[in-house]
């Protein structure tokens, strides 16, 4: 398989794994440590080519969409697991986000003048990665005795924003020592905050495609054949998944 051309290349002495990112720019940028021979990583860059034209592909329909700016004021469309609701703020002594309906409601203290923006969003990013975590973990612990029982153990699950992914697993498994024998490092599933706007149906799909990493390193035809296996229906998830998503 020929490299992948035209990625940016960033090595550190003091990295023992690879990583690949895809950025709204359309840069392709992957890491890796100083001992690893170019050969090598062009070789890993091109096994993943599939996967950096359909990222390409969706940060260019992103360019091409004209979103609609959310202000964080009462009316805001907001998205939260797959579905649009409507954003109702007012002003309390205490604040509380709550779900009811179709009405995703926010009650703040305010200074004068003051009925949304900065503070709405903060209280927002609160209240969704509470969502997250409960919601990530329970499909974790749901797919993961299969892996456990090939002997794996529960990676460690991280929330956080990402630019250009939907989620990864760091450290090396069951190909442990591909780079270094010496490594053995505890797994690390970390998921995109922003999978918490989609539906659950995707959001399961990235899950099960991180934990299949548990087997396999990269995205060849044994990587493809556990997917059909573990969630036969993965292809269809993942096509709603790259749909663009609102706030």
């Known amino acids: 398989m020929p490299p992948v051309l035209g990625y940016e290349l960033r090595l550190s002495a003091r990295r023992r794994t690879l990583s690949l990112e895809v950025h709204r720019d359309l840069r392709i940028v992957v ?124 990676p460690v699950l991280t929330i956080r924003r990402m630019r250009s992914r939907w989620g990864s697993l760091s450290g090396p498994g069951r190909e442990a020592g591909w780079l270094d024998p010496q490594v053995r490092a505890a797994r690390r599933m970390t998921l995109n905050l922003a999978l918490v706007h989609a539906a659950p149906e995707c959001i399961e799909y990235v899950v099960v495609h991180e934990l299949c990493h548990l087997e396999h390193r990269g995205h060849g035809p044994a990587f493809h054949r556990l997917m059909d296996q573990r969630l036969p229906d993965w292809h269809e998830r993942r096509r709603r998944l790259e749909q663009p998503q609102p706030p």
Do not use: C
């Not at 592909?57 to 959310?70: I, K, N, S, T, Y």
């Not at 709405?120 to 892996?147: K, M, N, Q, T």
């Open 31 to 154: 890491r890796a440590p100083a001992r690893v021979d170019r050969s090598f990583i062009d070789a890993w860059v091109a096994e993943r080519g599939q996967w950096i034209d359909r990222q390409v592909e969706r940060f260019r329909r992103l360019g091409r969409e004209q979103p609609v700016a959310v202000r964080y004021v009462t009316g805001d469309r907001l998205r939260f697991l797959g579905r649009d609701y409507r954003l109702e703020v007012t002003a309390a002594p205490r604040p509380l986000v709550r779900l009811e309906g179709d009405t995703l409601h926010v009650a703040l203290r305010f200074g004068r003048g003051e009925m949304g923006g900065e503070p709405v969003r903060r209280a927002l990013e609160r209240w969704y990665r509470e969502r997250a975590a409960v919601i990530f973990a329970e499909l974790l612990d749901r797919h993961l005795p299969w892996f456990a029982g090939r002997g794996h153990a529960r």
